[in-house]
């Protein structure tokens, strides 16, 4: 792979996070920038960090990830997504889904990184036969992912009065949620 097809496919890995992150900020409204970068570095990490499990674990687990991979974020996401729909119609404000809790953020960030596991066993495929020849992909992944993952936050602050005027934050974000679980399982389920 060259430079350019490394960041198609940074760009391309990172449009979960963009779009999740785009809902994070609809959903706080207010710029807090260390829950945002916290966020947006956490979505750079472990979408770097699971195209390298895909890699390292291609000869052992390849078969076993490929197999479930689409129904474990489908299901995380459809979880998050469920339950934000639900907190969208109770009265209990201290209830409600918290993008800024380090514990949800845990969670968005393994559910949106899982199809990048595929990536890591394609690059095995590819040819990258050592760490050195996949830490430039692995560095562009991450980077891109955390720049979108800012990107989308910024956006989502910028224009949540707007949707939040027109839709509950939470209602839209579970909605978006449940969308992109059910576009994971589709894609995959169509292969």
């Known amino acids: 792979m060259n430079i350019i097809d490394i960041i198609f496919l940074a760009i391309a890995l990172a449009m979960d996070c963009f779009t999740v992150s785009i809902v994070s900020g609809v959903i706080s409204g207010k710029w807090k920038s260390a829950p945002m970068l916290r ?95 996949i830490s430039l992909p692995l560095f562009v992944i991450g980077i891109v992912s955390f720049l979108f993952a800012v990107a989308g936050h910024l956006l989502g602050i910028r224009f949540g009065k707007t949707i939040a005027r027109r839709l509950k934050p939470e ?6 949620l449940l969308a992109i679980g059910v576009k994971i399982l589709v894609t995959h389920l169509m292969e």
């Open 39 to 133: 966020m947006s570095f956490l979505f750079g990490l472990f979408q770097a960090l699971m195209p390298l499990i895909g890699w390292l674990g291609i000869s052992f687990f390849s078969a076993y990830l490929e197999s479930v991979d689409h129904w474990l974020a489908f299901g995380l996401l459809a979880i998050l997504g469920g339950k934000m729909i639900k907190e969208s119609f109770d009265d209990d404000d201290e209830a409600h889904f918290n993008p800024c809790r380090l514990r949800t953020q845990l969670i968005l960030s393994v559910a949106t990184s899982i199809d990048a596991l595929a990536v890591g066993i394609s690059f095995g495929c590819l040819g990258y036969s050592s760490l050195s020849a």
């Open 171 to 176: 209602l839209f974000g579970g909605l978006v």
